[in-house]
């Protein structure tokens, strides 16, 4: 497990430019489906048939992570950027970025007097390049670039860039590998642009047209010292989302995974996370609507290089996806 997992998450994949990773995932899911495309966005759909009894289920994970979109390059060879997603700057500064190409490069600051004055536009990233030359030979204006670091495993738990949202999609491919036989059509979809909006969840949600919609996202935890007030802790199980910026979870959805939880004996926490969203916040607005619900994996420092995850939460997240992709679904 935490090989796949790391082979996720280390993956190239900034909003719009989830190809790499989407390489890597459809490599490690094409043999548990029945059938894989790839949308006009680049989303990446894989059905796993039902007995025909059922419904038509649509399982979301977003592909693209954070990153860093190159604005200028100035005569020096220094890049001045924008994010892509939501970044903070004292995050970012320090940091190692990568390119589609395989250029590295690091992020440091202009002089601030105040750390309140540390903005992104007081950034740059340094290529390595003596001058502007050097540096349009290897990025150009509108390149974009990742976190570039190695996960690290501490035992029952690791840490990584990119956990949000891989590891959403890693919970996805252990489903696929270890569901039996169920009555639903299983639409796994690998969505792209999350962290720009949802874009890649609203069309593909259209295209599938599901019954019911359930998407897998990491959340915020609220046991770190003096954190925001939240009920979630990490290694406590599933969280199960009640509420969050784009989404209020279907109630019957939510029932129905509590309900799963409590019969299989997975450990499970209710969510609310008071800022953010993720893909059932497009799905559940498709068409006529659709009841959908959200599976997350708690996870601390996100939008960090350093998001860490508990292995007994994304056993929990599998099993209860798992169970819930296999009964039969009465909203
Ligand atoms: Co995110
Ligand atoms: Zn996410």
Not at 7 to 32: C, L, N
Not at 55 to 80: C, P, T, Y
Not at 122 to 147: P, T
Request: aromatic fraction near 4%.
């Amino acid at each position: 497990m935490k090989e796949l997992i790391r082979k996720f998450v280390e993956a190239y994949g900034p909003s719009g430019y989830e190809d790499r990773t989407r390489a890597v995932i459809q490599d490690e899911i094409e043999k548990y489906a029945d059938g894989v495309s790839v949308d006009v966005l680049g989303n990446l759909i894989a059905l796993k048939k039902g007995d025909g009894t059922g419904k038509k289920i649509m399982i979301a994970g977003h592909m693209d992570e954070i990153g860093v979109i190159v604005l200028s390059i100035d005569d020096n060879g220094f890049l001045r950027f924008s994010n892509v997603g939501g970044l903070h700057p004292a995050v970012v500064l320090g940091q190692r970025v990568i390119f589609e190409n395989g250029t590295v490069g690091v992020i440091g600051s202009e002089r601030v007097d105040d750390p309140k004055d540390l903005k992104l536009d007081k950034l740059f990233i340094d290529i390595g390049a003596k001058n502007r030359q050097e540096a349009e030979a290897k990025v150009s204006v509108g390149d974009m670039a990742g976190f570039h670091v190695p996960m690290v495993d501490l035992g029952s738990r690791l840490v990584s860039k990119g956990m949000d949202d891989r590891i959403g999609c890693a919970v996805m491919a252990l489903a696929m590998q270890r569901m039996g036989r169920t009555p639903n059509d299983c639409y796994f979809v690998f969505t792209v642009q999350e962290e720009v909006g949802l874009r890649g969840a609203r069309t593909s949600a259209f295209a599938v047209g599901p019954d019911l919609g359930i998407s897998l996202d990491v959340t915020r935890t609220g046991d770190t010292p003096k954190s925001i007030t939240m009920a979630v802790g990490l290694g406590k199980g599933a969280a199960i989302k009640v509420k969050d910026s784009s989404i209020v979870a279907h109630p019957k959805v939510k029932n129905l995974m509590a309900e799963t939880a409590r019969k299989h004996n997975i450990p499970y926490q209710f969510e609310v996370l008071e800022g953010g969203g993720t893909d059932s916040g497009a799905i559940h607005m498709t068409r006529e609507g659709v009841p959908s619900g959200v599976i997350s994996i708690p996870t601390r420092y996100i939008h960090s290089q350093c998001e860490m995850v508990d292995l007994g939460d994304i056993e929990a997240c599998v099993n209860l996806l798992v169970k819930i992709l296999e009964g039969p679904v009465n909203l």
